[in-house]
T-cell receptor
Framework: AQSVTQPDIHITVSEGASLELRCNYSYGATPYLFWYVQSPGQGLQLLLKYFSGDTLVQGIKGFEAEFKRSQSSFNLRKPSVHWSDAAEYFCAVGATSNTGKLIFGQGTTLQVKP | DAGVTQSPTHLIKTRGQQVTLRCSPKSGHDTVSWYQQALGQGPQFIFQYYEEEERQRGNFPDRFSGHQFPNYSSELNVNALLLGDSALYLC?????????????FGPGTRLTVT
């Protein structure tokens, strides 16, 4: 069965420091992979996605993620975190069949220290 | 251009009651998906509607039902409410069924069952 694991429930980083949020997936074929961000009281916003091709994908707000098939991972990175990045981050996998069903991880809460 | 809108924002119901949540997709979108997000968890897929038909369903009981109207808006109905149905219900719209179509999420409806 398809699944997504985000090992870190809560992460705290200092403003200006680098960030890496981990995501591992379980899927039989090459998956479609996504990172979403959710701020309090808001819906989910797509940060970036991977379907195929270059394994390093760039997203909005300075985020990037790298697909590593051998490790079944799709980790999210940002070189310098801003206080406004504090939010909940979700990794998700989508089936490659003709369905829009997304399977989400449990999420990682990012706290940014001044 | 209005994004995905959901109503109501908050709702309090009693066990055993029925509830209807509403979603208007982003302009130009024809596909609506519903997700349930329990506190501290990632969203879980309930079902997806396209061309006024339920196209895929997640692991939710028949108490959860939905509808899509000719203008692509959608309703989620939950009967015989349980305490465990308390959650944030998210609606997402896309142009097309597959995972390659970006899903735009609404702010959600917070349902509390007492």
């Amino acid at each position: 069965a398809q699944s997504v694991t985000q090992p870190d429930i809560h992460i705290t980083v200092s403003e200006g420091a680098s960030l890496e949020l981990r995501c591992n997936y379980s899927y039989g074929a090459t998956p479609y992979l996504f990172w979403y961000v959710q701020s309090p009281g808001q819906g989910l916003q797509l940060l970036l996605k991977y379907f195929s091709g270059d394994t390093l994908v760039q997203g909005i707000k300075g985020f990037e993620a790298e697909f590593k098939r051998s490790q079944s991972s799709f980790n999210l990175r940002k070189p310098s975190v801003h206080w406004s990045d504090a939010a909940e981050y979700f990794c998700a996998v989508g089936a490659t069949s003709n369905t829009g069903k997304l399977i989400f991880g449990q999420g990682t809460t990012l706290q940014v220290k001044p | 251009d209005a994004g995905v809108t959901q109503s109501p924002t908050h709702l309090i119901k009693t066990r055993g009651q029925q509830v209807t949540l509403r979603c208007s997709p982003k302009s130009g979108h024809d596909t609506v998906s519903w997700y349930q997000q329990a506190l501290g968890q990632g969203p879980q897929f309930i079902f997806q509607y396209y061309e006024e038909e339920e196209r895929q369903r997640g692991n939710f009981p028949d108490r959860f039902s939905g509808h899509q109207f000719p203008n692509y808006s959608s309703e989620l109905n939950v009967n015989a409410l349980l305490l465990g149905d308390s959650a944030l219900y998210l609606c997402a719209s896309s142009l097309g069924l597959g995972s390659t179509y970006e899903q735009y999420f609404g702010p959600g409806t917070r349902l509390t069952v007492t």
